[in-house]
């Protein structure tokens, strides 16, 4: 399977969405985990590279 590219500042659709109705994520952190910020309610989440191909519903470009 290839790595998929994250970039800061780059927006994600994410599959499921957040308890507050929003599916829109911005990147903001890059490293061992990469850290997200919810677009709708500012909600900031650690998460590991792994998990958040899963969770991405279209792939960065």
Do not use: N
Not at 49 to 59: F, G, M
Request: include cysteine.
């Amino acid at each position: 399977m290839a790595v998929v590219e994250f970039h800061l500042g780059e927006t994600l659709t994410m599959r499921k969405a957040h308890p507050c109705g929003g599916t829109e994520w911005r990147v903001e952190r890059l490293g061992a985990d990469i850290g997200v910020r919810c677009l709708t309610c500012q909600h900031y989440l650690l998460m590991t590279r792994s998990k958040l191909e899963h969770a991405v519903k279209r792939a960065p470009k």
